[in-house]
């Protein structure tokens, strides 16, 4: 059984700072690419960031130069330091991996989702 599970999120005024975070824990044997990806009501879920295990990222061009993702192989974890934030930067937050688990193949794993509301 593999679970990520993400903190962090919350109500920030525009121009504030958040730091996501999420782990993956059970039966893992290697954690391939982790990302954040987004959505807000009435749209698509879409990519924010994705890491790859050597370091390598992709940002969404709305996130770049804002947006943070670092990453701890050792840890199983994952953060996003999020600053400027913006209104449209309001949605639900889910983290995602690509995980081999002990038996198993490669798998995509996602997250329960955290809320960030910017507003002020």
């Known amino acids: 059984q593999v679970q990520l599970v993400e903190s962090g999120g919350g109500l920030v005024q525009p121009g504030g700072s958040l730091r996501l975070s999420c782990a993956a824990s059970?039966?893992?044997?290697?954690?391939?690419?982790m990302g954040w990806y987004r959505q807000a009501p009435g749209k698509q879920r879409e990519l924010v960031v994705v890491?790859?295990?050597?370091?390598?990222?992709n940002y969404a061009n709305a996130v770049k130069g804002r947006f943070t993702i670092s990453r701890d192989n050792a840890k199983n974890t994952v953060w996003l330091q999020m600053n400027s934030l913006k209104p449209e930067d309001t949605a639900v937050y889910y983290c995602?991996?690509?995980?081999?688990?002990?038996?198993?193949?490669?798998?995509?794993?996602w997250g329960q989702g955290t809320q960030v509301t910017v507003s002020s």
């Open positions: 995602n991996a690509l995980i081999r688990a002990y038996g198993l193949g490669n798998r995509d794993y």
């Open positions: 059970g039966s893992i044997a290697s954690i391939n690419a």
């Open positions: 890491i790859t295990r050597d370091g390598s990222t």
